[in-house]
């Protein structure tokens, strides 16, 4: 008879056929068998946060830097109520999570037992699935499952709930068997016609565009070399959401910069104006698409995406090709080579009054301010910091709001998997955890969290994780003393009633730092700022740089809500020229 | 009309409303309608009608046939996320026009009052298959299957005769002939 194994074991046992080496966790009383275990398995290692959404968001910096999936552990009740945020944030930009949780033993559940909770149920609208393990039978089965789930299609998060007597019960293991499709949900099917159709419009545009999004990341490291090797063999210019930079380099010419709310001014105007909008991996968010009605009005519209749902979920599109990312694009890629090369010649010739265009545009400089030299403007932070930072292979992570705005304008990705953000939910307090996750992963690596210093206090207890497992991480907080988005929005929708958001009372985040057992640095003169960047750089060990900031600037350009992409606020630069020119494209 | 300061963009005009009949084959496990349901609630999609129930019980096999209302769009995103759910295994969309499907629903009526009422009721259900269940002499419960529509029209119709309670199943659907939906 084979060796019977415990549900803890076999939970090891699990990780350890999936090849997990990290589990972000917090422990208590629901979880402790498998805590208990924890020591007999030493390819794992468990890195012990300080909040259980830490360990959400530090799993996720994690699976977005390494590809891999992230595993959280926690316990019932608030563990699990307090990982939920992780979970949507997870699902809303599509990051693979394992999260297990411990739940009360199975004849407590319903009997409103010490830190009981209905984890599956609070977590069925922000996983793709989740599981209440009922027998201890169904335990290898259902982790191999989840593990299948989270990483394939679209990825996502998912739920494992473990009462704690199926963590004692034992049983035999069976050992991970071939994958089987789960009832027909990966989607792979895109046909040879729907390409032909592709290359067929490409070669007939003139005023073509590419919008790429987080898809091509999670498609893998090969989808960023096929998309840049398509979009240089057509010669389109390429713009790319919040998610997807990094995909494209942010330093090539045929980069048009991020598009959007805050997207430059040449990216939304020739989504306006294309006449073929070609989406790869992305899905139209709100924050993309500004008014519907409006959106890119003169175009034919192809969608290249995993997820079928993703598809005239929003925007009808004229071409909609299901697939992974990087399989369409070799197949393209293919075809085009297939094709008498007249195709690369003529399509260039085509597109070339367009990029005449597209240069006009670029001449408007969107991202341009009023560089200062009394105060550091944020911008000019951002901007040291990548010139400071490009020579190494950087991770950055970020929390939201302006600060984050001003990352994703001012700081140029060559890599995918180095940039993670919270764009769909948009949680403030993200990046902090998130670098911690990311630093595990790449332990050699440089690795900053740009922040704000109100997102950042919303998490500020993992710097204690930082410190116990040695992390450097840097902390640049961008501190203008206010939520400075929703500052932003009050002044310019909401007639300056700058209601609650001002922070007074603000810590003193060197002593902070101190505090945690990091290094502080602060910094508030612009003729500084390099030397202090440089000190943050240089200190081997986790830094909070405390960057004192003009708290009065505003993140341009703007798309105001229910606006089309060609009417954007531009920035101060722009103002008074618009005035003489009075065309008008400015709406202050 | 939305706030025109609000961050979020203004609605746009709304297409024209048609009626659906979903059916969903899905794994009869713990959760699994709360899932389905779930996924209706919380994007805003409307159910009419909910009517579910094992089929196949080798396989363990539920069956779920949805009546819901949206613009082709809503309709369209209602069919793409049930397939997306782990438990589900197909999704069956049906026009309420569509003359290849049938749609049935069941109701139980419950008319209290006098015999000439009664006897009245049960004429006017005639043409829906009428099955007595129960009589007494103040009272009757009688089964009808018919349309949903069809059943609206005789519980306001059989309201003045004594109607007191009305149970109906949901609309349950069939395609018609040899084929089978895979």
């Not at chain 1, 030493?42 to 959400?56: T, Y």
């Not at chain 1, 948009?426 to 996750?437: I, Q, S």
């Not at chain 1, 640049?476 to 001002?502: A, C, D, P, T």
């Not at chain 2, 109701?107 to 129960?134: Q, R, Y």
């Amino acid at each position: 008879m084979s060796k019977l194994y415990s549900g803890a074991e076999i939970v090891f046992k699990c990780l350890e056929d999936q090849d997990v080496e990290f589990i972000f966790g917090y422990p208590g009383g629901a979880v402790l068998p498998i805590y208990d275990e924890l020591k007999n398995h030493s390819s794992i290692k468990h890195i012990l946060v300080r909040h259980e959404q830490g360990a959400g968001h530090a799993a996720e910096g994690y699976a977005r830097s390494s590809g891999k999936p992230g595993v959280v552990l926690v316990t019932s009740g608030p563990g699990a109520t307090n990982v939920v945020t992780a979970l949507t944030d997870a699902y809303m930009d599509s990051v693979p999570l394992v999260c297990i949780s411990g739940q009360v033993p199975t004849h407590l559940i319903g009997t409103d037992a010490f830190q009981e909770c209905d984890t599956t149920g609070i977590t069925r609208p922000c996983t793709k699935h989740n599981w209440l393990v009922k027998d201890i039978k169904d335990l290898s089965k259902i982790i191999h499952e989840a593990f299948l789930v989270a990483t394939t299609g679209r990825p996502g998060p998912v739920l494992i709930d473990i009462p704690k007597d199926i963590q004692f019960a034992k049983t035999k293991y069976s050992k991970l068997k071939k994958e089987k499709k789960i009832n027909g949900k990966l989607h792979n099917k895109f046909s040879q016609s729907e390409i032909d159709e592709l290359i067929n419009l490409i070669s007939k545009a003139k005023k073509p565009v590419i919008y790429s999004g987080g898809g091509v990341i999670n498609s893998g490291p090969r989808a960023s070399e096929s998309l840049r090797e398509f979009v240089r063999l057509i010669g389109f210019p390429i713009t790319s959401t919040l998610q997807g930079l990094g995909a494209f380099p942010g330093d090539d010419n045929q980069f048009i910069g991020m598009l959007g709310m805050h997207g430059t001014y040449e990216a939304n105007n020739a989504m306006h104006d294309c006449d073929l909008l070609i989406n790869i991996g992305a899905r139209f968010d709100d924050r993309i698409t500004g008014k519907i009605d409006e959106f890119s009005p003169k175009s034919k519209k192809v969608h290249i995406d995993i997820d079928p749902s993703s598809i005239n979920k929003i925007i009808k599109v004229d071409l909609a090709i299901v697939g992974d990312v990087n399989e369409v694009l070799k197949a393209a890629i293919k075809k085009i080579n297939k094709k008498q090369n007249g195709l690369k010649t003529s399509n260039k010739h085509n597109v070339s009054k367009w990029w005449e265009q597209i240069q006009k545009w670029r001449t408007k400089d969107s991202l341009g301010f009023i560089n200062s030299e009394k105060t550091i403007k944020p911008q000019h932070a951002v901007q040291r910091l990548y010139e400071l930072t490009k020579n190494q292979d950087t991770f950055i992570t970020t929390e939201v709001g302006q600060h984050q705005m001003w990352a994703a304008q001012h700081y140029k990705f060559n890599k995918p998997n180095r940039w993670m953000t919270s764009g769909g939910l948009g949680t403030m307090g993200y990046g902090l955890p998130a670098a911690v996750g990311v630093q595990i992963a790449h332990p050699d690596k440089l690795v900053i969290d740009i922040a704000g210093e109100a997102s950042v206090l919303m998490t500020m207890q993992e710097m204690s994780t930082a410190v116990q497992y040695n992390l450097p991480i840097k902390i640049f907080i961008l501190n203008n003393q206010y939520m400075g988005m929703v500052r932003q929005w009050q002044e310019l929708l909401h007639e300056k009633n700058y209601s609650e958001s001002y922070s007074e009372a603000l810590p003193d985040f060197v002593k902070l730092a101190e505090a945690y057992g990091c290094k502080g640095i602060k910094a508030d003169d612009p003729n500084e700022l390099d030397d202090k960047i440089k000190e943050m750089l240089n200190h081997d060990g986790p830094v909070i740089f405390d960057c004192q900031v003009d708290p009065n600037e505003n993140c341009f350009p703007m798309i105001p809500s229910g606006k089309p992409h060609n009417q954007m606020i531009l920035g101060p630069n722009d103002k008074d020229e618009n005035k003489i020119t009075g065309k008008g494209k400015a709406l202050v | 009309m939305a706030n025109p300061k609000s961050a979020y963009s203004i609605p746009t005009k709304k297409g024209k409303l048609d009626t659906h009949i979903f059916v969903v084959w899905v794994d009869n496990e713990s959760g699994v309608l709360a899932r389905v349901v779930g996924l209706f609630s919380g994007r805003g999609y409307n159910i009419e009608s909910l009517a579910v129930a094992e089929v196949d019980a080798t396989k363990n096999i539920s069956r779920i046939t949805i009546v819901t209302t949206g613009t082709p769009q809503v309709i369209d995103q209602i069919k793409l996320q049930l397939k997306k759910l782990v438990p589900v295994h197909k999704v069956a969309d049906f026009k309420r026009e569509d003359k290849k499907v049938i749609f049935k629903e069941m109701a139980l009526l419950k008319v209290v009052g006098k015999k000439k009422k009664i006897e009245k009721c049960i004429k006017a259900c005639k043409s829906f298959n009428p099955v007595i269940l129960d009589k007494t002499k103040q009272s009757v419960v009688i089964q009808i299957t018919a349309l949903r529509r069809e059943i609206d029209k005789m519980s306001k119709k059989l309201k003045p005769l004594g109607l007191t309670s009305t149970s109906r199943t949901g609309a349950i659907a069939m395609t018609r002939g040899s084929e089978v939906f895979k």
